[in-house]
């Protein structure tokens, strides 16, 4: 039926993160349940230091949780087991970081072309370019290309190997508002096209117009959830 709720692709149930800085204790989660459904697109909002990125590093097999467990597509993940973890990250989830991280001696293809030769069912990486509209800046270099431009191959790289979750942290928080609309054009097409279910991180209240839903964040926990009943386009968005 059309209007059955997606199934949930990813959950996470009372994660508490807390870090020791000498006689201190840190507690970046407190408490967490969060679930991400299928083909959704959901924007974690909140100041720096609130907990974003350390949960969606728990989320992506990046980091562990102190308390918790996550579970993807109901199973749980074995969140201590490195070999696994590696397996879960290599062959379910994409991510693109606020810092491009690409090779620089490699062109965009080949940039690409690393994620690909491990993955196991990828997509040719003229095709992943293709999606962020880099068709035609595929054999340029890192230095040749602006930085929109390389954030855009950084998500091509990321979804070249087709994952089931997208996990974005800051995608434009290194960029001008105009250049980041571009940058969230080729993240929601990935999301509606492909249907990869995406989590987004920004301390931009505008981005979170674009979502199906939006997490607020404050001091380790989620404060408050909200549900957007029309997405707003990129390039409707005034930064």
Not at 82 to 92: D, G, I, K, S, V
Not at 183 to 211: Q, S
């Amino acid at each position: 039926m059309e209007n059955e709720t997606p199934a949930i692709a990813l959950e996470a149930r009372d994660l508490t993160k807390t870090y020791r800085m000498g006689t201190v204790e840190v507690h970046a989660l407190r408490g967490v349940d969060v679930e991400l459904r299928e083909g959704e697109l959901m924007v974690l909002l909140g100041p720096s230091g609130s907990g974003k990125s350390t949960l969606l590093n728990i989320l992506g097999g990046l980091d562990t949780p102190t308390s918790g467990t996550v579970l993807f597509r109901d199973r749980a993940l074995l969140l201590g087991r490195e070999r696994a973890m590696n397996l879960y990250r290599r062959n379910h989830v994409g991510f693109v970081f606020q810092f491009y991280n690409l090779i620089p001696s490699l062109t965009a293809r080949e940039n690409v072309a690393l994620v690909t030769e491990i993955a196991r069912d990828p997509m040719p990486p003229s095709e992943a370019l293709t999606m962020v509209g880099l068709a035609d800046r595929m054999d340029h270099f890192p230095a040749q290309l602006s930085g929109g431009e390389q954030q855009r191959v950084a998500i091509a790289r990321a979804i070249a190997k087709r994952p089931d979750l997208l996990l974005c942290d800051e995608p434009t928080g290194a960029l001008d508002s105009k250049t980041g609309i571009l940058v969230l054009d080729a993240i929601l097409r990935i999301n509606r096209e492909l249907g990869t279910t995406t989590a987004l991180i920004t301390h931009n209240a505008v981005i979170a117009e674009i979502a199906n839903r939006v997490l607020y964040f404050a001091d380790g926990r989620i404060v408050e959830t909200r549900r957007n009943t029309v997405q707003r386009a990129p390039a409707e968005l005034s930064w």
